[in-house]
């Protein structure tokens, strides 16, 4: 069954903070941790855009890799492709896309992953490609047809509604004959095709919309598709699941890092002088004993939204201590937080333990608050050794709590 997914616009390109459209392709996949890789040749292989592809694939339950022709990793891209279930294709210039694959001989390996069951798809440029056709500024100014791949029928339009120029110029190019009949697509919306057929159309947007367009005895015309919004399946199942550092390492390290930008406005103290400090915090959690320790990620539904860290107090066992509480900035205020102290609390009772402490930066107001709420008491200013053996006081509270 050939699947290929486009999308007019939207996902983690352009609004990172929506992955709706980036979860549904992942559901796609019959492997439950696909692997998906990433193909930007459209950007020039642009750094930024690869880096916005990983910070947002791996706050998702895949295995993300890439592929640049600028600085191939391999020689053999023939079985790296196909040992993917997914490749995603970023936006850009479609026309330097198309040279640089058939130049690479990508178009034809590309051909043959989807022959075998490996899901294509794409977001702007990388929705056009697969099409007989595209609508495409590769050119420069203006808008104008561009011949693509083929593995589509018909032609493709992105940003239907996110530039000016896009809609009446396609509808214009349809109706003269320059564009065959084809499908345009909104910002947020995505179109699954399997075996050449749209089975489905899908939206990050509640009013985003998908447009059927043909030429009609001389006429254009546009039929609108009404899609399926999946902010209606974005139900608040929270999970907490151990971190599993094979595939979320880094994401455990970012988490980390911003914990201290956080507390502190600064993530200086987590990545230390020499810039290594995220790999020893790894090194520190594989060290720990997992029958004092326990870290974990949260989700929300297919989601890395937090991670907590709890231990036994290593002076004093009879206490539980909370290395860490974290949720991503956009999941605060929303009162989850609450869910990470009523997790906390079982946590430590499944190991016997009645009251536990934790320490906070007396200038982070926002946790204090949370906490003083949730029956925590502040202690004062904890006392401890720093790295280079001096004392250090007043950067953190102590605060505990009986259960």
């Known amino acids: 069954m050939n699947k290929i997914f486009i999308m007019g616009g939207g996902g ?8 709706l ?5 992942l559901s796609l ?4 941790c696909p692997k998906i890789c990433f193909i930007g040749t459209a950007s020039g292989d642009s750094q930024n855009y690869i880096d916005r592809f990983y910070n947002s694939y791996r706050l998702l339950n895949c295995r993300p890799s890439h592929l640049s022709l600028f600085k191939p990793h391999t020689r053999d891209i023939e079985s790296f492709i ?7 294709v970023g936006g850009g210039n479609t026309l330097n896309l198309l040279c640089l694959w058939r130049e690479w001989k990508l178009d034809k390996i590309l051909a043959k ?38 593995f589509l029928d018909g032609s493709a339009c992105p940003h239907f509604d996110g530039e000016e120029d896009r809609s009446p110029i396609f509808l214009s ?7 065959s009949d084809g499908l345009a697509l909104d910002d947020g919306v995505g179109a699954l095709y399997v075996d050449g057929n749209i089975r489905e159309v899908v939206s990050s947007r509640a009013s985003s919309r998908g447009y059927l367009v043909k030429n009609i005895k001389g006429k254009s015309s546009a039929e609108e598709l009404q899609p399926r919004y999946l902010g209606n399946q974005n139900s608040e199942k929270i999970e907490f699941k151990k971190i599993d550092l094979d595939l979320h390492k880094d994401t455990a390290i970012n988490f980390r890092a911003d914990s201290f930008m956080t507390s502190f406005g600064t993530d200086k103290g987590f990545w230390e002088d020499d810039g290594q400090g995220g790999e020893r915090y790894i090194e520190w959690l594989n060290n720990k004993d997992p029958n ?10 297919d ?4 991670q907590i860290e709890l231990a036994l107090f290593k002076d004093d066992e009879s206490w539980g201590y909370i290395n860490l509480y974290y949720l991503r900035e956009n999941y605060r205020g929303k009162g989850l937080s609450k869910k990470l102290d009523e997790f906390a609390t079982e946590f430590f009772k499944g190991l016997g333990v009645e009251k536990a402490k934790l320490s906070v930066s007396p200038t982070n107001s926002r946790a204090i608050k949370f906490y003083e709420k949730n029956g925590w008491i502040d202690k004062g200013p904890r006392s401890f050794e720093g790295r280079k053996g001096h004392a250090v006081t007043n950067l953190v509270h102590f605060m505990e709590k009986n259960f």
């Open 12 to 19: 983690f390109a352009m609004e990172p903070e929506n992955l």
């Open 21 to 25: 459209l980036d979860k549904y392709l």
């Open 29 to 32: 996949a019959n492997n439950e």
């Open 82 to 88: 196909l040992d993917q279930d997914i490749i995603h």
């Open 113 to 150: 992953a989807l022959s075998k069951d490996v899901i294509l798809s794409g977001m702007s440029a990388g929705m056009i490609c697969w099409f007989n056709q595209g609508l495409t500024d590769s050119k420069g100014i203006g808008l104008e047809p561009l011949d693509c791949l083929g």
């Open 173 to 179: 190019l349809v109706e003269s004959g320059e564009l």
């Open 292 to 301: 004092k320790f326990g870290a974990y990620h949260i989700w929300k539904n």
């Open 303 to 306: 989601e890395i939204i937090g």
